[in-house]
């Protein structure tokens, strides 16, 4: 418990800490956000800036930032004006989570089938499982992405190109999103799972005559899954930024592309906020990849 | 871009070193051909002929077509390898460089310092790696140097704690103890003892962190945050090829051939080489 506590308040520390960095270097970037094609005359110029507070020294504008954010309050854009950053935030980060959880769940059956597989094949097979998972992790999404809406919508017109309409648009975005890592995910899967069935306990319960499936299911296969858990939180953060090359490709109305919007934009407090929310979920996915884990497998907690 | 964790290389026979063989020439293959950009074809990759717009593979004078604009493909693909590259690299070798001062500096002194240090790189890494990239090329401007910059910056938190790991490994090791006990300088004991020791492992990060930055480049390039339009490299060639993909699939199939190529070549290549080293 203890031990929870103190891990929670190192993570709000981190946020924190991400907070600071990200403010300092989104107004460290040129460029700003009212510059538009047209030169505004310096006097209004002088009084959008005044009225956003951006003329006053930057580390009273951090002051201030770091106390709204910290009760909750925002903000809103300064590209579109009025429109308050938790309620962009609150429509994207939906659709960023559907994308993302498919595209998780997809290549998590893909890796544990595939890494199953090539850890207890034999050589020539296993070999080309390998080479299999390598080219996995070789495609990049974007062309992946690209390939897809040729064949599945260009060409076959089965599947929508893009935007965001029902469970038909999930298909090839989270699928685009979901080969590299589940190529990762598998090799990883397959390595500890040779481990595990070379280790004595899986023998030993070999030796008592334990069914083959059972044996695999639950001495090997429950054991192995722990090297897949333990990075669950860099992975599903992996999806989360993943996302921002496929959304933009798919025009989805997610959270990537708000992200790379905002920071085209130099939208400070939506820069902000989309930060923030990636931290979080990057804080606590670690931190619910630590427990699963542990609680699979307590050694873990010993290290 | 991905920011997963480095997998090192398992014990295994076989294919192993077929495929290691196989990325060694490939990539040698590639260095050859970037490094003799205009004795390919002798065409000049962002030279517009009108006459030629869109044509096919095959036309006579420009083997592989030529783009929107009527620049030949073949003489933009090969300068396009030569500008990835040569950023791979160049993105490999900072990003390592970096990390495995960051590592070794860690690891060696232990205690608060290695704590800081190892806070200061969690938060590193729990930023957008896109934010950082975005941030720094809107800095910088859209260069080649911008670009290398930008994603060596980005990406060395891996190698850090691999390199850290490592050297802790090391500290324990009894020569290093034996060292220590006739009074070496520190100075001596990271340049005679620590860095031979890490250069396997520093090597294959290396090969590692290639494709890693040959990919950032080409996905940051196809968003168009990366070069802007008149270099070419994988990342705008790819682009250019995805506009015009109903059209002309080839233009698109030929770099993004050339990128998956290269980065199972180098994925082979480091994980040969890892096996061998670090078995």
């Known amino acids: 418990m203890n031990r929870l506590v103190r891990r929670f308040f190192a993570s709000i520390l981190l946020v924190w800490a991400v907070f600071t960095l990200t403010f300092f270097l989104s107004r460290w970037a040129p460029g700003s956000p009212f510059q538009g094609e047209r030169k505004l005359p310096p006097e209004i110029m002088r009084s959008i800036l005044s009225y956003y507070h951006l003329d006053r020294p930057l580390s009273v504008q951090y002051w201030e930032a770091l106390k709204k954010t910290a009760t909750g309050d925002w903000g809103s854009s300064f590209k579109n004006p009025g429109i308050r950053v938790s309620d962009v935030i609150g429509q994207a980060l939906p659709v960023s989570l559907t994308l993302g959880g498919v595209a998780l769940l997809e290549s998590l059956i893909v890796a544990l089938v595939l890494g199953t597989w090539m850890a207890l094949a034999r050589e020539p097979v296993k070999g080309i499982l390998r080479a299999l998972s390598a080219l996995e992790v070789a495609l990049p999404s974007f062309l992946l992405a690209a390939l897809l809406i040729d064949l599945f919508s260009v060409r076959l017109g089965l599947l929508p190109p893009a935007l965001w309409n029902g469970w038909r648009s999930v298909l090839l975005p989270s699928f685009a999103m979901a080969i590299a890592p589940s190529g990762y995910l598998a090799r990883l899967f397959a390595t500890s799972l040779e481990e595990t069935i070379r280790s004595p306990h899986y023998q030993a319960a070999r030796g008592r005559g334990i069914r083959p499936f059972r044996l695999l299911l639950s001495h090997g296969w429950l054991l192995s899954l722990n090297a897949v858990v333990s990075i669950l939180g860099p992975v599903s953060a992996s999806f989360l930024t993943g996302s921002f090359v496929v959304e933009s490709l798919f025009a989805i109305p997610g959270i990537g592309r708000v992200f790379v919007l905002s920071v085209t934009n130099r939208d400070y407090p939506l820069i902000m906020g989309t930060t923030l929310v990636y931290t979080m979920f990057l804080v606590g996915m670690t931190l619910l990849g630590d427990l699963i884990g542990e609680w699979i497998d307590p050694r873990v907690r010993a290290l | ?279």
């Open chain 2, 1 to 279: 871009m991905s920011r997963l964790p480095f997998v090192l290389p398992d014990r295994r026979p076989g294919l192993q070193r077929v495929l290691g063989f196989s990325g060694v020439l490939f990539f040698s293959l590639l260095v050859v051909l970037s490094l003799l950009p205009s004795a390919w074809t002798g065409l000049d990759p962002v030279a517009q002929d009108t006459r030629f717009v869109l044509a096919p593979p095959g036309t006579s004078g420009h083997l592989l077509g030529c783009d929107f604009l009527g620049r030949d493909n073949l003489s933009r693909l090969v300068s396009g390898s030569t500008v990835s590259l040569f950023i791979g690299v160049c993105v490999g070798l900072f990003s390592t460089l970096i990390g495995a001062f960051w590592g070794l500096l860690s690891g060696y002194r232990g205690g608060m310092f290695d704590t800081v240090l190892m806070r200061l790189l969690e938060v590193w890494y729990a930023l957008p790696e896109l934010l950082i990239a975005t941030i720094l090329m809107l800095a910088l401007g859209h260069g080649i140097f911008a670009v290398v910059v930008a994603l060596s910056i980005g990406g060395w938190m891996g190698v850090a704690r691999v390199v850290r790991g490592e050297t802790l490994k090391i500290r324990e090791q009894a020569y290093l103890e034996a060292a220590r006990s006739i009074g070496a300088s520190p100075l001596r004991l990271v340049f005679r003892h620590f860095l031979p020791n890490l250069l396997p492992v520093l090597f294959v990060l290396l090969l590692f962190r290639i494709p890693g930055g040959i990919l950032g480049e080409s996905t940051l390039s196809f968003l168009g945050l990366g070069l802007s339009p008149p270099a070419s490299s994988w990342g705008t060639l790819v682009n250019e090829g995805w506009k015009a993909l109903p059209l002309t699939p080839w233009i698109l199939a030929f770099p993004a051939v050339l990128i998956v190529l290269a980065l199972l070549a180098f994925q082979w290549f480091g994980e040969s080489l890892g096996k061998r080293w670090l078995g």
